[in-house]
């Protein structure tokens, strides 16, 4: 099993998490949109229709649920070999509250979403993707990598000039360890993109309610 050392685990709350599309050019400004041919705003019969163009899914591959307490809608599918000897990865659509447009896509990589995945595996993809995006040309400034946050890892944060979000998180079994370092087990690779994490398009109990 794959252990990461973590120096010192700093709970930072809960973080938004997202996966993007690829890059235009390597060093250039980056825009957040979307992941691959889904983008930010489309419609629920947009969005499956990307899906049936990005990973030829026919209509009964695809899972609609609802988050009861956020009061959105989300549409799922498994992709196998997302990465390059990746596993199967679980994509995940989510549709605003009041929009009823796709405002976020999260990709799970974990024993749940494919039960031969092991730990590093799951390091390796978290590894590949941090890289990839460090490169992708997120706004300097809005950069964090390897910030540790409750039982995991957050091993990139980024926002291009619009404020979209990708967010790359590892979790995992934490082992306390001497001179106040930890180490993680990783057990879960959690990529999400986001529209607006600041103010997202979910359900929220109106002032004064109780």
Do not use: C
């Not at 050019?25 to 041919?37: I, K, M, N, P, V």
């Not at 024993?111 to 595996?121: E, L, V």
């Amino acid at each position: 099993m794959k252990r990461i050392l973590v120096a010192a685990f700093l709970l930072l709350g809960s973080v938004p998490v997202l996966a993007a599309d690829p890059p235009v050019t390597a060093g250039a400004a980056y825009e957040l949109t979307g992941f691959r041919s889904a983008r930010f705003g489309m419609t629920e019969q947009e969005v499956r229709a990307a899906i049936g163009k990005d990973f030829g899914a026919k209509a009964g591959a695809v899972k609609a649920s609802d988050n009861l307490y956020e009061q959105t809608k989300i549409l799922s599918l498994a992709v196998p070999e997302l990465l390059p000897k990746g596993g199967t990865a679980e994509v995940n659509y989510t549709f605003g509250f009041k929009s009823k447009r796709l405002i976020q896509v999260t990709l799970v990589w974990s024993k749940a979403s494919d039960p031969a995945i092991t730990a590093d595996m799951i390091t390796a993809n978290g590894t590949l993707l941090a890289g990839y995006f460090m490169s992708a040309g997120y706004q300097p400034n809005t950069i964090a990598q390897n910030k540790a946050a409750g039982n995991g890892l957050v091993l990139f944060q980024g926002s291009d000039a619009q404020g979209h979000t990708t967010v790359a998180l590892l979790e995992g079994t934490v082992t306390p360890g001497e001179n106040g370092n930890a180490s993680l087990t990783p057990t879960q690779l959690t990529v999400r993109y986001i529209q607006d994490p600041r103010t997202p398009d979910v359900y929220k109990l109106p002032p004064g309610q109780f």
